[in-house]
């Protein structure tokens, strides 16, 4: 009898070991499957390959997904801040064409680009990211007409002189001729841009000081006549911080309406690290999504510098962490604005290569804040940003 309960014993270990040997099997052959599009994908040749190509393969080691790009996952427009210089760089472009569907600039089209002397306006590098974007069937959106920071005025400003009135004629006629010149080519723009204090209260920049809190209703007010159909931002930092500074910003839009004049929407800039808290965020656009203001996340980056030397290395898990962090923000951003609210998110540059972040640092290795690395290839980070978009 022991024999035979021996014997059994012994049977129904084996089928139960075989059992999990073909669980495990079918587990990881589903696991595979659903991981094979979001494998590196692998080249049999490093050089770098033309747009088209682009489009339907990845380079080698980078985390591109097959079949899918910023430009085709999102139902809104996925922009980039760029320099109108490197729209000569041929991967650059390249990486513009595939994968974003907007354009904004990180200098050519505020004032001291547009208006470096009184009375004469140059308007050629705009012109130059506008047409670019028209060729490639973008949008554009315009940064910034009012700047509220004393330091990038050009030096005939800082040395103006006149009575309020004159200041008042200064800044319509800028705002008058920038948006008339771009007019049914720039589909919206931010109007002034980091007019806010954390705390709550005004930036005292010359603007303020010349022309008193009103100068941010009149900028829009003139912005709406020179062109009636584009959209216009308020844009700012900190917002996903709430508090004083998010409450007179909402007063300023309450203001605005009052007297019927339009702010469509906010720019978040979002200059974000690791440690954000997500539900920090996705709170506060909820506020203004409440508001039934446009939600435009304006200068999109995630730094990982945080307690690490001047230069470092980016590491898999550093990377990893980023690609999660990014992947939590634009999922709340889909889920916190309305599909009808959401006019878009715009990184702030297109590689660490020349992020902001990096000037000064010859091989880019200050800070990884981008989708792309140095030489283009896609990161974790932008594998997260698009698997948000897939809702994975």
């Known amino acids: 009898m022991r024999s035979t309960n021996s014997t059994v014993r012994k049977t129904n270990i084996k089928l139960a070991l075989l059992s999990f040997l073909l669980v495990t099997a079918n587990l990881m052959a589903c696991k595979s499957s659903m991981e094979e599009d979001l494998a590196p994908m692998e080249e049999s040749s490093t050089e770098l ?25 999102f139902d809104f427009p996925v922009g ?10 041929p991967v650059y472009a390249a990486t513009l064409k595939r994968d974003f569907g907007r354009l904004s600039s990180e200098g050519n089209f505020k004032w001291g680009s547009l208006q470096p002397e009184e009375g004469k306006f140059t308007f050629e590098k705009a012109d130059a990211i506008v047409k670019f974007a028209q060729e490639n069937n ?22 103006y002189q006149g009575d309020k009135q004159d200041w008042e004629r200064l800044m319509k006629k800028h705002i008058t001729t920038v948006l008339k010149h771009f007019k049914g080519r720039v589909q919206s723009w931010d109007v002034v841009n980091e007019g806010i204090k954390q705390g709550g209260k005004y930036v005292n920049s010359i603007w303020y000081r010349k022309l008193g809190p009103d100068y941010i209703l009149k900028a829009f007010k003139y912005a709406h ?21 998010v409450k007179l910003i909402l007063d300023i839009v309450d203001q605005a309406r009052e007297q019927g004049i339009p ?20 709170d506060n656009l909820k506020i203004f999504a409440d508001k039934r203001l446009l939600i435009h996340i304006s200068e999109f980056d995630v730094s990982v510098r945080y307690q690490m030397p001047k230069i470092f290395p980016l590491s898999d898990a550093l990377a990893r962490a980023q690609g999660d962090k990014i992947k939590q923000i634009v999922r709340g951003y889909m889920e916190n604005v309305p599909k009808k609210q959401q006019w878009g998110i715009t990184t702030w540059g297109v590689s ?3 992020s902001y972040f990096n000037k000064g640092y010859e091989n880019a290795d200050h800070d990884y804040p981008l989708l792309f690395d140095k030489n283009y290839k896609a990161k974790w980070a932008y594998r997260g940003f698009i698997e948000a978009g897939l809702g994975r």
């Open 49 to 73: 390959v033309s747009t088209k190509e682009l489009g339907e393969v990845a380079e080698k080691g980078s985390y591109h997904l097959k079949d899918h790009t910023l430009r085709t996952v």
């Open 80 to 89: 980039a801040a760029v320099v109108k210089e490197l729209l000569d760089d």
């Open 138 to 159: 973008m949008q554009v959106h315009g940064h910034t007409l009012l700047w509220a920071h004393d330091g990038n005025e050009p030096k005939w400003i800082k040395e």
């Open 225 to 245: 006549e020179a062109d009636p159909n584009v959209k216009l931002f308020l844009n700012d930092y900190g917002q996903e911080y709430g508090g004083k500074k």
């Open 263 to 282: 702010i469509h929407g906010i720019g978040f800039q979002l200059h974000t690290v690791l440690r954000m808290e997500p539900w920090k965020i996705n």
């Open 352 to 354: 660490d290569k020349t």
